[in-house]
């Protein structure tokens, strides 16, 4: 459960460094931008290139595992 409100200070965190970064990102609610935030990082996965760790923002790839016919 600690996890669960390190990670939500963790956001609350970025979205006022944004907002003090970018004083216009403020038109965005601390909910929108956490939910768009989630959405987002449920897509980065962890993938070698040349090598190399690194992440990488695979929309779609997380489909690839899902059987046809539904």
């Known amino acids: 459960m600690t996890q669960i409100y390190e990670k939500i200070e963790d956001i609350k965190i970025d979205y006022e460094l ?3 970064e970018v004083p216009d990102f403020a ?3 601390i909910r929108e931008y956490s939910e768009v935030r989630m959405i987002t ?3 980065i996965f ?3 290139v040349n090598g190399v760790k690194t992440d990488g ?3 779609y790839a997380d489909m690839l595992n899902h059987k046809r016919p539904r």
């Open 18 to 20: 944004i907002c003090r």
């Open 27 to 29: 038109q965005f609610t």
């Open 41 to 43: 990082c449920s897509r």
């Open 46 to 48: 962890g993938i070698t």
């Open 57 to 59: 923002f695979v929309p």
